[in-house]
Every structure is written in C-alpha cells, then in structure tokens.
C-alpha cells in the first residue's frame, strides 16, 4: 500500500499565528490532492482539491485566503492555516490520489490536531 | 441534500458475532463508488471495503463484505466474527463518476462500533 505522511502531526499555536502542515507521498505520484478537517466526534469534511501546479478549488464555506494550499510538486502539498483562532482548531488530513489494483484510490495522512489557544 | 446516510451514530455488537453497519446513497450519476473506511482511536483512515457501481457482485475482503443493493441505494458493511479491535468509528465514503470537479470522496457521518468481550 502506499505510504503518505503529514508533518507535524500535532501542533499548538497561539491565536493569530500561521501554522504549515506538509503532506508527502512516499512512494507514489499525486496529480490530485484533497484536503479533509475533521471535528471531533464528527466526519469528515472535504476543504479543497488541488492538482499538481494549479490552483486548489474549495468547496462551499472554506475561505481560500484562510487556508491556503500549494501543491507545487507530485510528491508534497502543504496547507497553511493563516491567522488561526480557536475555531481552526481540528483534525486536518491530507488524502492524494493514487491507482491501484485498477481503480483510482485516495490513500489518507495520518492527519494533523491542531489546537489553536 | 446528503448524499451518504449512516443512520446509526453506535453499535455494539458480542464479540466473535457478525455485525452490519448501514449506508444509504443518492447519486444520480452511473458510475461511482462506494467505500468502507474504519478510523481507530489514533485518527488514522483505514481503507476496507470497495465497490464499484457495475460490479455484478458484492465485494469482500477477508471478514467484512458489502451488502450491495443498487435498487434501494444501500452499501451496508457486514463484518464477520467480530474483534475486539475492530472496535472503531467506521466510514461509508461515495465518489461520483468521472474525473471532474466532482471526483472526491464524500463521507456519512459514521457509525461508532464497540465490540464487547
């Protein structure tokens, strides 16, 4: 199966401050890259899909100036949370999009908590 | 509208029983696919069960099958012989056709399975 790692896999930050979170795939190229946060107890809910060297689009709600993505190469994409507060605070994963055994598979992160005081 | 249903939040089922979690779809798109994911305790998204909207029959994969049923747009998990690690939150996951905007993963709000010894 494919390997996919997140960086850092958990982070508290302080009001206002901008934290980065890296997603790599190991051992295969993503074109697509999809990113899902995560409320406890609750699902989880896509934020944006990039693909490799474009802009991401962002589903209904998400403010792209809030949460900024670049997945500038097929192997890494970063998310951004800019100016975090409290209600940022969440379970972030990154799922890239591979091939497998004939269908079109999304491997997951293990995802990010970040805590935002 | 909701497009994945788990209309039960927990269960709980007797170890080395069979336990069935429910899923329900709306899609008016042919082709798409249907997921299983289990997410332990660690926040980490484990992939189960696929199948595809034209497969003839109902996946398996070691003890967990999906009970596929096109007509009443239902994918229910059934896992055999339960463990106690299988104790977990469990996703149903739908991707729609082809590869536009609409190719993501989208996620029912999941079911708690705790299995007791």
């Known amino acids: 199966g494919a390997v996919v790692s997140q960086h850092p896999s958990w982070v508290i930050c302080k009001s206002g401050t901008s934290v980065k979170i890296e997603c790599r795939s190991l051992?295969?190229?993503?074109?697509?890259m999809f990113w899902y946060r995560q409320f406890p107890k609750q699902s989880l809910m896509l934020m944006a899909t990039?693909?490799?060297?474009?802009?991401?689009?962002?589903e209904q709600g998400v403010e792209k100036d809030k949460f900024l993505i670049n997945h500038a190469s097929l192997t890494l994409s970063t998310l951004t949370v800019t100016s975090a507060h409290p209600e940022d605070s969440s379970f972030y994963i990154c799922?890239?999009?591979?091939?497998?055994?004939?269908?079109?598979?999304?491997?997951f992160g293990p995802g990010t908590r970040l805590t935002v005081l | 509208a909701q497009k994945i249903t788990q209309t039960q939040p927990g269960m709980f089922v007797q170890e080395k029983e069979a336990v069935t979690l429910d899923c329900t779809y709306d899609?008016?798109?042919?082709?798409?696919?249907l997921f299983w994911y289990k997410q332990p305790s660690s926040g980490e998204m484990i992939f189960l069960i696929y199948?595809?909207?034209?497969?003839?029959q109902n996946a398996t994969e070691g003890r967990y099958s999906l009970n596929f049923q096109k007509a009443r747009k239902s994918a229910n998990l059934v896992i055999s012989a339960s463990q106690l690690g299988d104790s977990a939150m469990y996703f149903c996951?739908?991707?729609?056709?082809?590869?536009?905007?609409?190719?993501?993963?989208?996620f029912g709000s999941g079911t708690r399975l705790l299995v007791r010894p």
């Open positions: 799922s890239p999009l591979g091939y497998e055994g004939g269908i079109d598979t999304q491997y």
């Open positions: 051992d295969f190229q993503a074109t697509t």
């Open positions: 990039s693909n490799e060297g474009s802009k991401a689009t962002y």
């Open positions: 899609t008016s798109d042919p082709s798409y696919g």
């Open positions: 199948q595809g909207s034209y497969d003839q």
């Open positions: 996951a739908m991707r729609e056709g082809r590869r536009d905007s609409s190719y993501k993963l989208i």
